[in-house]
Nanobody, 117 residues
Framework: QVQMVESGGGLVQPGGSLRLSCTGS????????MGWYRQAPGKQRELVAV???????NYQSSVQGRFAISRDNAKSTLYLQMHSLKPEDTAVYYC???????????WGQGTQVTVSS
C-alpha cells in the first residue's frame, strides 16, 4: 500500500465528537513518526497532531486538550479522537509519515470534517 486511507469524517454539531482513522503501509508504519494534518478551504495544510514511535504525542495549541492522537501498530492504523469540536475545525483531515521520503507519495484523499449547526 502506498497511499494513506483516511476515514471517519462527517458532519457534526459544535461541541460534538468524531474519531478519525488512517491506515498506512505495514512495511513502515510501526517504525514511523505519524501525523494528522488538516486543510481548511483557502488555507494551507497544517500539522495538528504528532505521535512518535514511542507513543510520545504533540499537538497544535488550537487542538490541545480536545484532540487525542493514538496508534495501533499491529493494524498499521492511526487514530484521531476529536472532542468539543468547533466550526474552525472544519477541514479535510489527512495523515502521513513524518521525516520519511515515502511521505511524498503517501498523501491520501483525506476525510472531510464539517462542524456546523
Amino acid at each position: 500500500q502506498v497511499q494513506m486511507v483516511e476515514s471517519g469524517g462527517g458532519l457534526v454539531q459544535p461541541g460534538g465528537s468524531l474519531r478519525l482513522s488512517c491506515t498506512g503501509s505495514r512495511r513502515i508504519f510501526s517504525t514511523s513518526t505519524m501525523g494528522w494534518y488538516r486543510q481548511a478551504p483557502g488555507k494551507q495544510r497544517e500539522l495538528v497532531a504528532v505521535i512518535g514511535t514511542d507513543g510520545t504525542t504533540n499537538y497544535q495549541s488550537s487542538v490541545q486538550g480536545r484532540f487525542a492522537i493514538s496508534r495501533d501498530n499491529a493494524k498499521s492504523t492511526l487514530y484521531l479522537q476529536m472532542h468539543s469540536l468547533k466550526p474552525e475545525d472544519t477541514a479535510v483531515y489527512y495523515c502521513n509519515y513524518l521525516g520519511r521520503v515515502e511521505s511524498r507519495d503517501s498523501w491520501g484523499q483525506g476525510t472531510q470534517v464539517t462542524v456546523s449547526s
